[in-house]
């Protein structure tokens, strides 16, 4: 009996000893069966998965170009700062920590909570774009889950005096007005990367040998002379102070390139910082348009001259000062009611409206037309500024005989000051019109032809006593000859009626006379204590500048020897409306 348990018990004891065997032979098979398909099945799964938790793509980022004048002076470049930023779940942070980083970082114990405590997110910015030396005093406090990026923060050294020409960029170090707008696909280069490893806690443990370099921005030199624009700045300023004016704005050109060499705005703001107080200004130099008044006056007889309708001894009609069309009047407000005829040159001496409301009726409405259209009235200049004005000239198959009247004297057209300040090359060129840019050009470009040589000479002869003789005495240089061109205009409200006592004053004028260099354009807008004539508030603007650009470019005085125009003494003539 015993015999036989014993024997069942050996055979039931082998067969148990093949099953466990049979057991740990199928899971080892399927241990094997998993992994090949795990690693190559199914690879690139887990790949996925393991790159989702260790491998990340950073950006490595490029220098910005830097945006420098005519001689190399910077006037916005890049500067490496840090950014701070943190993985919530992850930060460690003792109360003296916390206080410290506060601290350093000119954050409000809320701002801090909010983001710390923010745990579904795992990278949030604490701030952007701190100094090297706050970083580094952050870095030193070692707190688990804070991390720093490298980028670069944009800096103007000329802050308030360029920035509505130079502009600025955001956080991004993406241009967002300006120059730093129009060109920042050139400034801006394009990002490079790299793959690295990080652990858990976000740190790069490995660098991956995928790596694409940054390209930097291309650096863009400007025909801005930094000399020039803080003289242009700091006139400005002075005149918008004294008269109390709204705003102003001035421009510089060189007048046989068509390069602005200054480009100044009023009021401005600090692009370094302007986000704490203050804020962008549009540049009013090609956003803004206004009524020229007078300074359109020159072409008007320009295009009489050119046509062979007059010459600067011709005498016309100037009705003791009124001139009556229809139910409108024209009229001048200083009028010598004790002479009824003045001639041509006296016209633009003495700035008389209806001389030259006369003068435009007798040219054809397409005549008159097309030399302001000429000379760029109506449409963009080629400077390529964004937010730029056209400006508005009526088509000439519109015009009744009182638009045509007044458009000669400058009302019933808006402009920019650029386009204004352009314009006036025709005269500086010998009747040929260049186009102006912001770019620093080595070669003269070509121009357009707009009147013939003498015409334009006989033109800046009569402008030259408007400073001599006229309403322009305030824009005198001494050593200079100087020729140029007041104006002065009521502003149009809402309502679309002109405001009596909202007033624009203008000045036009180019120097040496016997080989214009220079081009320079001032508007005063809404001056309220004194004169608001353009005489009054922006000649002198012209003549303090363009002293000291006759000096800074050493430009040969030619000093007047004889008036060529008027022999008349007609000093304290103020300018008309």
Same mark, same amino acid.
């Given at each position: 009996m015993n015999n036989k348990v014993e024997k069942t018990f050996f055979e039931l004891s082998g067969i148990r000893r093949r099953l466990i065997l049979l057991l740990f032979l199928a899971g080892f098979l399927t241990l094997i069966f998993r992994a090949f398909y795990l690693q190559s099945l199914d690879k690139k799964f887990l790949q996925s998965k393991g790159n989702a938790t260790s491998t990340r793509v950073i950006s490595l980022y490029a220098d910005r170009g830097k945006i420098t004048d005519r001689n190399g002076d910077i006037l916005a470049i890049s500067s490496p700062v840090e950014s701070v930023w943190v993985n919530p779940p992850n930060v460690k942070i003792t109360k003296d920590q916390k206080l410290e980083l506060e601290n350093i970082l000119k954050l409000s114990a809320n701002e801090v909570d909010q983001k710390l405590l923010n745990n579904k997110k795992e990278f949030i910015y604490l701030k952007r774009q701190i100094s090297p030396e706050d970083a580094r005093r952050l870095q030193a406090l070692k707190i688990p889950g804070i991390f720093f990026q490298k980028e670069f923060k944009r800096f103007y050294p000329a802050a308030d005096i360029t920035a509505n020409l130079v502009g600025f960029t955001n956080l991004d170090n993406i241009g967002q007005e300006g120059i730093e707008?129009?060109? =920042?696909? *050139?400034? &801006?280069?394009?990002?490079?990367?790299? /793959? !690295?490893?990080?652990?858990r806690a976000g740190k790069i443990v490995d660098d991956l040998q995928e790596v694409k370099l940054p390209q930097d921005?291309?650096? #863009?030199?400007?025909?801005?002379? +930094?000399?020039?624009?803080?003289? %242009?700045?700091?006139?400005?300023?002075k005149s918008i102070e004294i008269h109390k004016a709204k705003a102003g704005s001035a421009i510089v050109l060189d007048?046989?390139?068509?390069? !602005?060499?200054?480009?100044?705005?009023?009021p401005s703001y600090n692009p370094n910082n302007f986000r704490e107080g203050g804020g962008p200004s549009r540049n009013r130099a090609v956003t803004d348009v206004f009524e020229p008044g007078s300074t359109i006056k020159p072409f008007t007889v320009s295009s009489a001259l050119d046509a062979g309708i007059l010459n600067p001894s011709s005498l016309?009609?100037?009705?003791?000062?009124?001139?009556?069309?229809?139910? +409108?009047?024209?009229?001048? +407000?200083?009028?010598?009611?004790? /002479?009824p005829f003045m001639t041509v040159s006296e016209v633009i001496a003495k700035s008389s409206n209806v001389g030259a409301a006369?003068?435009?009726?007798?040219?054809t409405p397409k005549s008159l037309w097309s030399t302001l259209n000429k000379v760029g009235f109506g449409m963009q200049t080629s400077a390529g500024f964004p937010g730029e004005a056209s400006g508005r000239l009526r088509d000439y198959k519109n015009w009744g005989k009182v638009?045509?009247?007044? #458009?000669? *004297?400058?009302?019933?057209?808006?402009?920019?000051?650029?386009?204004?300040?352009?314009?006036? %090359? !025709?005269? +500086? @060129?010998?009747?040929? $019109?260049?186009?102006?840019?912001? *770019?620093?050009?080595?070669?003269?470009p070509m121009g357009t032809k707009v009147f013939t040589k003498? %015409?334009?000479?006989? $033109?800046v002869e009569m402008m030259e006593q408007v400073v001599e003789e006229g309403t322009g005495g305030n824009a005198k240089i001494i050593g200079y000859r100087v020729a140029g061109k007041t104006?002065?205009?009521?502003?149009?409200?809402? =309502?679309?009626?002109?405001?009596?006592?909202? @007033? #624009?004053?203008? *000045?036009?004028?180019?120097?040496? !006379? &016997?080989?214009?260099?220079?081009? $320079?354009a001032v508007m005063i807008d809404e001056p309220s204590i004194g004169s608001h004539y353009g005489g009054a508030v922006a000649a002198p603007v012209f003549s303090s500048v363009m002293a000291d650009v006759m000096k800074i470019l050493k430009i040969p005085q030619d000093i007047k020897t004889q008036n060529k125009v008027l022999p008349q003494n007609n000093k304290n003539i103020k300018e008309t409306i």
């Open positions: 707008l129009s060109q =920042n696909k *050139f400034l &801006s280069g394009k990002l490079g990367s790299k /793959k !690295v490893i990080k652990d921005g291309h650096d #863009i030199k400007l025909s801005i002379d +930094a000399r020039i624009q803080y003289l %242009t700045y700091r006139e400005l300023a007048a046989k390139t068509g390069e !602005v060499l200054a480009m100044a705005n009023l016309v009609e100037i009705s003791s000062g009124l001139m009556k069309i229809g139910s +409108a009047t024209i009229h001048d +407000a200083h009028a010598d009611g004790s /002479k006369r003068i435009g009726l007798m040219q638009d045509q009247a007044t #458009i000669s *004297f400058g009302h019933g057209i808006n402009l920019t000051l650029l386009q204004l300040a352009q314009s006036y %090359t !025709v005269f +500086a @060129n010998d009747g040929e $019109m260049k186009p102006v840019t912001l *770019f620093k050009k080595d070669e003269i003498q %015409t334009a000479r006989t $033109m104006g002065t205009a009521e502003k149009i409200g809402a =309502n679309g009626a002109y405001e009596k006592n909202k @007033n #624009i004053g203008s *000045f036009v004028g180019l120097a040496p !006379v &016997s080989n214009p260099r220079i081009i $320079m």
